[in-house]
Nanobody, 124 residues
Framework: QVQLQESGPGLVKPSQTLSLTCTVSGGSITTYYNYWSWVRQPPGKGLEWMGAIGYRGSTYYNPSLKSRTSISRDTSKNQFTLHLNSVTPEDTAVYYC????????????????WGQGTQVTVSS
């Protein structure tokens, strides 16, 4: 079955760029009609969809984060990567990668595939 695994630093300093990679196994990120998303959950808050990259490489972003967010992919490694720049302590959260036929959703139930999540803390 399809499995997702997030990787990246657990601690980032304010004003730096956070980069997280999601490695997909058991399926291809270029499979038709699949979209690959990043979703985060700050402490004590709900899930927030950040953005997605589609099977053809098109990208989609949450308007509230669009100015600071970019998502890219490496099809040879079956990975997609989140870059969030100019981070502040408010970006501290558990970051999840997710996939499926839908994107833009803030419920894990709306995704077919869901990573285990990785804690990122923004602090000096």
């Amino acid at each position: 079955q399809v499995q997702l695994q997030e990787s990246g630093p657990g601690l980032v300093k304010p004003s730096q760029t956070l980069s997280l990679t999601c490695t997909v196994s058991g399926g291809s990120i270029t499979t038709y009609y699949n979209y690959w998303s990043w979703v985060r959950q700050p402490p004590g808050k709900g899930l927030e969809w950040m953005g997605a990259i589609g099977y053809r490489g098109s990208t989609y972003y949450n308007p509230s984060l669009k100015s600071r967010t970019s998502i890219s992919r490496d099809t040879s490694k079956n990975q997609f990567t989140l870059h969030l720049n100019s981070v502040t302590p408010e970006d501290t959260a558990v970051y999840y990668c997710a996939g499926g036929k839908l994107y833009g959703r803030s419920s894990s139930d709306d995704y077919d595939y869901w990573g285990q999540g990785t804690q990122v803390t923004v602090s000096s």
